[in-house]
DNA sequence: CTGAAAGCGCTTACAG
DNA sequence: CTGAAAGCGCTTACAG
């Protein structure tokens, strides 16, 4: 009753495993149609599946994609994930899901050296920010490895996400041209993808000859919106941007236990554009990222296809935005 | 620059490959303190790194757990996957996640093949309704599945969620409680789960001698709840009991449209309680299901550990139910 | 405490 | 079209 192995489908049909091997790996024109029946149905008889150690160690690697993630206070992964799978499917490659906890880099580095164990074709990092320590495993192992929805600030380390610079640019001047001055960045944090958009904001906001930004940051989460309304408030803010779609959601809840009416006294524009935007009252304008995209796109890229850097953003208006009351 | 291998390792540091395999493997008491620090120091010169796929093929399987999870419509997976994660890693296992899309049956089923061919020590499967196929190849792969958050109806196949009938019995209760008479349960599919609600909620309308049973079929999404707010107005409910946080969502939407006061007019009560019940408004109250218990539980489960099959609920009370207007 | 050897289940030149 | 044989990178009795 052990696993049948190709040694058991061989003694079974009188021919050699190399055979076997050969029909069940499909090398089609080495191998005769009737062998090939025979093996076939003695195969499934047995309930032969294929045992995937052995043919990772021959084949010096798996057709996998791993993707490792962690799990954000946002919500957007799924689009990503589905992305991913879609495109890697379409390449014949597997996708294994690693997961990195909530920004633990105990976790996220284990990960990384989970997936360098096992040879996979290439490594996706999604809405992780790698240390010096992941960096240096990543690039000494020889496996291709891509940043999904986070840019490093350089072209020598693949990655694939929104231009957050011109993301924060485009919706701070959305927030402009309806006539709001004094415009707040929420929620936003220290790294990589915060930076970006600080930067988008404050061009923005210079542009258009208005100087007092005010930058708040967080960490993502509905959390952070909720503790930060209290400063949005003190600095007399008519609009924020929200960080992501959970802050956004944070401040909004937040505002309406402190009777601060939106959009009417504040205008909430969120980034990111998941479904939480629908389900929020008043819904959330929002300037929407392409994650399904972003995730495509990275699986070209780990693979050495043509791909984007930066996929574009499009702004969805609903209803947490109108001019201020002045 | 090929990949180092313990040949390599053997090679540098004067000893057999077996030596090198001992200490790497940690088999302490079988290899002198002194060859240990000279091994493992020419290795991390080297980056060296096990080939997870030559251990697995030797030692005939992974202590790795596999978890199947589709995208479902709601949201509670990511406590799920802490659960799983936290306590697989308490018990020597890694996870990796394979991903079987929105209840794509084709999918689902490569996911099974290919957790069964890395011969893992247990597959956990979260949210997914399996077929007949499903279900014969986990049967007759001798490795140990558990469905997670999904009750089979049956204590031959393991799985650990929580009591839905007695969830939907607390829960409708909780309503008529409030004075409600006129209850449906709404978004509900028509599988296991679903059909273990319908029971709970029947029952607790029978047992206060309700008869008018309203039950609105729907897969637990923002737009199943969004849809089915016509039949709520139609069938003139005060209360509803929505089959998830989404649903609940989608109906307070919809009904804020229709102007539709919540609670004031139709109470919503959800089921699952994750964040969601927070961002709405008003925040909805909730049966609310453990999802990290589950997650812990499934994993004792599928590895022969004592268990349990219910994880509890709690009622958590919040704005979006009262008395009706009568 | 250490080494030589067999073996895990496949794939793939090489010959025929 | 098929088979014998070597080998992928490890682990683990067995001897010493």
Redesign the interface.
């Known amino acids: 009753?052990a696993?049948p192995t190709i040694k058991d489908i061989a003694a079974q049909s009188g021919v050699s495993i190399a055979t076997v091997s050969r029909v069940l790996a499909n090398k089609s024109g080495s191998y005769s149609e009737k062998t090939a029946a025979k093996i076939l149905k003695i195969a499934k008889a047995l309930?032969y599946?294929?045992?995937?150690?052995?043919v990772?160690?021959v084949k010096k690697g798996?057709d996998v994609i791993a993707l490792i993630i962690n799990?954000t206070p946002t919500?957007f992964s799924?689009q990503i994930?589905?992305g991913i799978?879609q495109r890697a499917s379409e390449l014949g490659q597997?996708?294994?899901?690693?997961?990195a906890?909530?920004r633990d880099h105990a976790?996220q580095h284990q990960a990384i050296?989970?997936a360098?164990?096992?040879?996979v074709s290439g490594i996706l990092l999604a809405a992780i920010e790698p240390d010096e320590e992941d960096l240096t495993l990543l690039k000494?192992?020889?496996i291709p490895f891509c940043f999904v929805s986070l840019y490093l600030g350089t072209a020598a380390i693949l990655a694939v996400s929104s231009d957050n610079r011109d993301l924060a640019y485009q919706a701070t001047q959305y927030l402009i041209d309806q006539g709001h001055t004094r415009i707040g960045l929420v929620g936003i944090d220290e790294y990589h993808t915060g930076s970006q958009r600080r930067i988008g904001y404050q061009e923005a906001m210079t542009a258009n000859h208005l100087a007092s930004a005010t930058v708040l940051p967080g960490d993502y989460s509905?959390e952070a919106g909720v503790r930060l309304l209290q400063a949005v408030k003190d600095q007399g803010l008519t609009a924020v941007l929200a960080a992501s779609d959970?802050v956004a959601?944070g401040i909004?809840?937040a505002a309406?236990q402190h009777k601060i009416r939106v959009p009417a006294d504040l205008s909430i524009m969120s980034i990111d554009g998941t479904?939480?935007c629908?389900?929020?009252?008043p819904?959330l304008t929002s300037v929407t990222q392409d994650f399904y995209q972003i995730g495509r796109q990275s699986v070209n890229k780990v693979m050495g296809q043509p791909a984007l850097d930066f996929v574009p953003v499009k702004i969805v208006e609903r209803a947490s935005v109108v001019p201020p009351a002045d």
């Not at 599946?49 to 052995?54: D, E, G, V």
């Open positions: 009753m696993k309930g599946r294929k045992n995937s150690a052995a990772d160690l798996a799990a919500n799924t994930i589905d799978q597997g996708v294994i899901i690693l997961y906890g909530n976790l050296i989970t360098l164990g096992r040879s000494e192992s020889q509905y959970m959601a909004l809840t309406q479904i939480i629908q389900i929020t009252t819904a």
